[in-house]
């Protein structure tokens, strides 16, 4: 499995942004594709899941303001962040948890998103 995480960059508190996770390989052994997150000093945290049956799950400093979905046709997980605040800003990963997997065990590369004051 590899993962295509794109869809950062620089936005002011109150915007918003999408983050796009493209999939490709064995799309099929796929479980659920999730958006972590890791803060400069910080450890990484959960943000989003979603399964491959549609089932979502947040954490709950995103409730509310970020919405994960998937495109089934395109292989595409998207995560719409809005009403971003300085405390959003961080590395944004994708990774791939496989059926039968007891975690993510596919990351892609971080994506960038700094939210300015």
């Known amino acids: 499995v590899q993962l295509q995480a794109s869809g950062g960059g620089l936005v002011q508190a109150g915007g918003s942004l999408r983050l796009s996770c493209a999939a490709s390989g064995s799309i099929d052994s796929i479980y659920a594709i999730g958006w972590y997150r890791q803060a400069p000093g910080k450890q990484r945290d959960l943000v989003a899941t979603i399964t491959r049956s549609g089932r979502t799950n947040y954490a709950d400093s995103v409730k509310g303001r970020f919405t994960i979905s998937r495109d089934n046709a395109k292989n595409i997980v998207s995560l719409q962040m809005s009403s971003l605040s300085p405390e959003d800003t961080a590395v944004y990963y994708c990774?791939?948890?496989?059926?039968?997997?007891?975690?993510?065990?596919?990351w892609g590369q971080g994506t960038h998103v700094t939210v300015s004051s």
């Open positions: 990774a791939a948890r496989r059926i039968f997997a007891a975690a993510y065990d596919f």
